[in-house]
């Protein structure tokens, strides 16, 4: 092994004489490391895995990849299954991902909160602050002004047209009641991906600032942990799982996942961000289903 400066030994010597670090494997070492010393690195990364950030990240990849690119359960609920539940229904397919998903990807992460940090779900995004309500409120009514018109030209895009609504041609024109439920259902949707994105890893990753701090189970303030990187880490996220979608609607994800995150971290609320992002979904499925 090649002879390392001050510096570099010092900092291994540290690392490794320390018993509280997480970390046994110096940089200099990754230079000629064994079997041994990758055992000892994928121990390390297990260990890091009880932390609450890493609990936030690996549950809320694991459960968005159980519920499927864009809420497609096929993973865990096969076709025959599908099938088998809800036969009365014919849009059960999109009845399924959305229960499913509320399971999932709101209900599993609430108790999560709940449970394991021992935190208010208000903390989330779930509480709804009427102090700051009013900036955020504003920001919205200007998105869902400024979005309509976007909306509906998207629904001239060959695209889109193909993917929405959601049921296809399984809710006939004229059959207002069943579109009217329908619709009413798919506000579970919006809840599951608002809550996923801006709630659980928004926050979750975020962190309180002092006057806004969890108090934990030790009674010390949560520290901030990602910051404003939360905004971006969410975002990306949101905008990989929209892959499969109309390009339009993929590239319209990373402005919409910044622009709502933002208001989000203002008003402590994700539920004016729900409202909005299902009325604009309502909108765009009413066009696209008068003309059918």
Excluded at 33 to 54: E, R, S, Y
Excluded at 85 to 108: A, C, H, K, N, T
Aim: glycine share 8%; proline share 5%; with cysteine.
């Amino acid at each position: 092994m090649s002879e390392c400066n001050h510096n570099q030994c010092d900092q291994g010597a540290n690392l490794n004489s320390n018993p509280d670090s997480k970390i046994f494997i110096s940089p200099v070492d990754l230079r000629d490391i064994g079997a041994l010393g990758v055992f000892q690195i994928i121990i390390n990364t297990v260990q890091k895995l009880k932390d609450k950030t890493a609990i936030i990240l690996w549950s809320s990849f694991s459960l968005l990849i159980l519920w499927g690119m864009n809420g497609n359960p096929k993973l865990i609920f096969p076709k025959a299954w599908r099938r088998a539940l809800f036969p009365g229904i014919e849009w059960r397919d999109q009845l399924i991902s959305y229960l499913g998903g509320f399971i999932l990807v709101v209900v599993i992460p609430c108790c999560i909160i709940k449970f394991i940090f021992k935190e208010k779900l208000s903390k989330y995004g779930l509480g709804w602050s009427r102090d700051k309500m009013k900036a955020g409120l504003a920001a919205l009514i200007v998105i869902l002004v400024v979005s309509l018109p976007l909306f509906y030209f998207a629904t001239y895009d060959d695209e889109v047209k193909k993917e929405y609504p959601l049921f296809g041609n399984k809710i006939k024109p004229g059959d207002w009641n069943s579109f009217l439920i329908y619709e009413l259902v798919y506000f579970l949707f919006f809840i599951n991906v608002e809550f996923l994105f801006r709630g659980y890893l928004l926050f979750g990753l975020y962190g309180f600032r002092d006057n806004d701090a969890v108090v934990n189970a030790s009674g010390k303030p949560g520290p901030l942990v990602f910051g404003v990187y939360a905004v971006l880490i969410q975002m990306l996220v949101y905008t990989l799982w929209h892959i499969p979608k109309p390009s339009v609607e993929y590239i319209g994800a990373v402005f919409w996942g910044v622009a709502v995150a933002a208001i989000a971290l203002k008003i402590r609320s994700i539920w004016p961000i729900i409202i909005v992002h299902w009325l604009l979904n309502v909108f765009l499925d009413t066009v696209l289903w008068l003309r059918m």
